[in-house]
Structures are given as structure tokens and as C-alpha cells.
Nanobody, 121 residues
């Protein structure tokens, strides 16, 4: 089994910054793509940013230039630096990882439990 644990959420004023972290643990041989998603009340979960094992990234248009995703493969951790936060960024943020548990296992997707980000003055 694999566990993903997010941290770093909280309350921030508009224009402020937060840094989210997501650490994977458990039966891990290799982690492939990792990403951050968010879900606001009454809305579907949407992708925020994704990062490949080699470091290539993709962002939702709404966060380009404000958010930066990064990862540390040695620590099995993915980060999301969020700057210039807007009220529209408020949501529960989830991390996702594609994990291969053994050299011959299939890649399986795992989700964290989510961390709340609130943007309000």
C-alpha cells in the first residue's frame, strides 16, 4: 500500500502565498507522474499542475505564472508553491501520484486526503 500525506494548507489573505507538500510512503519502487488537483464546494475536481518524473510540468491556465510545482524524487515528495493567491483559489487541494510498487508491478494512481486552502481577508 501507498499513502500520500498533504500538508501546508491554511488561511491566507488575497495576494498571499502558501506552499503545499505531499509526501508518499509505503510500498514504492518508483513514482512516475505527480500532480495537484483542487475541488471547491459544488464544483468538480480539477487539475492544477502536474509534473513528470523527469521534471516537465503542465499548469492549468488559471494558475500559470502564480503557482509552481516541483518534486524531490529522493524524498518521494511533490510541492506546490502558490503565490498571488486569489479567493477563487480556495479549495481542498489533493495530490496524486502514479506509483509502481515493484519493478514488475503496474503503475497505480493514489490520492492524498486533501488539505484545505482558504483565501480570505
Amino acid at each position: 500500500q501507498v499513502q500520500l500525506v498533504e500538508s501546508g494548507g491554511g488561511l491566507v489573505q488575497p495576494g498571499g502565498s502558501l506552499r503545499l507538500s505531499c509526501a508518499a510512503s509505503g510500498s514504492i519502487f518508483r513514482i512516475y507522474g505527480m500532480g495537484w488537483y483542487r475541488q471547491a464546494p459544488g464544483r468538480q475536481r480539477e487539475v492544477v499542475a502536474i509534473i513528470a518524473r523527469g521534471g516537465s510540468t503542465n499548469y492549468a491556465e488559471s494558475v500559470k505564472g502564480r503557482f509552481t510545482i516541483s518534486r524531490d524524487n529522493a524524498l518521494n515528495t511533490v510541492y506546490l508553491q502558490m503565490n498571488s493567491l486569489e479567493p477563487e483559489d480556495a479549495a481542498v487541494y489533493f495530490c496524486n501520484a502514479g506509483v509502481q510498487s515493484t519493478p514488475v508491478a503496474n503503475i497505480r494512481g493514489y490520492w492524498g486526503q486533501g488539505t484545505q486552502v482558504t483565501v480570505s481577508s
